[in-house]
């Protein structure tokens, strides 16, 4: 192996699935990886554990909270939120003291319904008014310093880089628990219903000169009148109803953009806060594809010039839509170079797995080595190993970017 650094192979990984630092790092090890992306701020969920030495094999994780000991004098009127168990706490500043692998600090920021439901004034509210509990807005200066002040509280932890979620707006349909409707979705139902019309964006858009009074009021009418009809659009004429009211109201258009430049500005000051060697990497979306994540203010081209790596989770039923997605993403970024995949080796992707050394071939075709997997408590021990075996072919030397 030559002096140059190793590609980026790292594991997503729960705090409560790590009984061990020492024998967690030598299991990495065994199957590739020189990395350990571990949650240290994150949201509720219900995750099913196979490989669960102990009870729970179910588990309910606490909602909105972190798992370091936050520093209360770093931050303003939102702070974080600490796990209630110590012992999960602690996970953190094993593993780095461990040092056997380099610690990625998976940062979910403004996905977080415990802090919007104590702060319900610093959630998005749809184009009716409805709050997101959900989802945190960054246009609210509060929002964007809680934002910069948890990244710098996690940066002083002694991790390797910051690995950031949501630094934007959730969209519609994703981030609650037990979402219902008995209306069917569709891409510009989810699209309008998914923008944000709080104090804060209303005021941003007027004062860059946007008739936001207008617009809403002209999105709420639409929202309305498709609820109210007997109709439900096909995918094809959402996407072109999508398409069409972009052409026909410039406002909203322009109302997406300043929301991409608010959440680019917002890595930016993260960047700045954060000491220069902690690299920061952006998740580019919940979504797929990639290119949508303009619902969430999210531009992969202007987030690589302020951040180190995009890192996006190619979540995709096949290799072949794996490989077309990473292709777009290069051509948006200009290059393979800073781009990170993240990809989930068993179920419900890659042919439940079956198409993984394909997807890491295609992927390497394309410039692409920079690797994240998820995740380590939710795959079946044998999928862990057919992960640890796909790697082993791979070159063990960073790709020339492409």
């Known amino acids: 192996m030559s002096g140059k650094a190793r590609p980026y192979r790292s594991l997503y990984c729960y705090p409560w699935d790590v009984a061990s630092a020492a ?29 669960a030495g102990a009870a729970p094999r179910v588990i309910f994780p606490e909602d909105g909270v972190v798992y370091f000991e936050p520093q209360p004098a770093l931050y303003g009127e939102l702070k974080p939120l600490a796990h209630s168990d110590p012992a999960m706490r602690r996970v953190l500043p094993e593993l780095v003291a461990d040092a056997q692998l380099a610690v990625h600090a998976w940062t979910v920021l403004l996905h977080n319904s415990r802090l919007g439901a104590l702060h319900p ?21 509060a929002v964007f310093a809680y934002a910069v002040n948890l990244c710098r509280d996690i940066a002083a932890q002694g991790v390797h880089s910051l690995v950031l979620e949501t630094p934007g707006w959730l969209p519609y349909a994703h981030g609650y628990h037990h979402e219902f409707a008995q209306v069917h979705s569709n891409v510009w139902l989810d699209t309008m219903l ?55 109201m410039p406002a909203l258009a322009e109302w997406l953009r300043l929301r991409q430049r608010r959440v680019t500005e917002l890595v930016g000051a993260i960047r700045a806060a954060i000491p220069p060697q902690v690299e920061l990497a952006v998740i580019a979306t919940v979504q797929r594809p990639t290119a949508s994540n303009w619902l969430e203010g999210m531009d992969v081209a202007a987030l690589a010039r302020v951040a180190d790596w995009i ?14 997605d990473a292709w777009d993403c ?19 992707d890659l042919a439940d797995g079956a198409q993984l050394a394909s997807a890491l071939d295609r992927l390497a075709q394309l410039g692409i080595r ?23 072919p791979l070159p063990d030397e960073p790709a020339s970017p492409a």
Not at 207 to 229: E, F, P, T
Not at 311 to 324: G, N
Not at 331 to 342: K, M, T, Y
Request: net charge neutral; hydrophobic share 40%.
């Open 194 to 248: 998914g923008l944000c019309f709080c104090d804060a964006c209303m005021a941003a858009g007027r004062q860059h000169g946007l008739g936001m009074d207008s617009l809403r009021a002209s999105i709420a009418s639409s929202v309305d009148q498709y609820l109210q009809a007997p109709v439900d659009a096909t995918p094809a004429q959402a996407q072109a109803w999508l398409q069409a009211d972009l052409l026909a």
């Open 370 to 392: 920079e690797l994240g997997f998820y995740n380590f408590g939710l795959l079946r021990p044998a999928r862990l190993e057919a992960l640890g075996q796909a790697l082993r």
């Open 121 to 141: 004034q610093y959630t998005a509210h749809n184009v009716f008014g409805d709050g997101y509990v959900y989802s945190l807005c960054p246009m609210h200066d």
């Open 23 to 51: 024998q967690h790092g030598q299991r990495l090890q065994q199957l590739g990886m020189n990395g350990v992306t571990l949650a240290v701020s994150y949201h509720a969920g219900k995750f099913l554990r196979p490989q």
């Open 330 to 348: 290069i051509r948006r970024l200009g290059g393979s170079a800073q781009l990170r995949a993240i990809l989930r080796p068993g179920p419900p």
């Open 311 to 324: 890192e996006v989770p190619f979540y995709e039923a096949d290799a072949a839509a794996v490989a077309s």
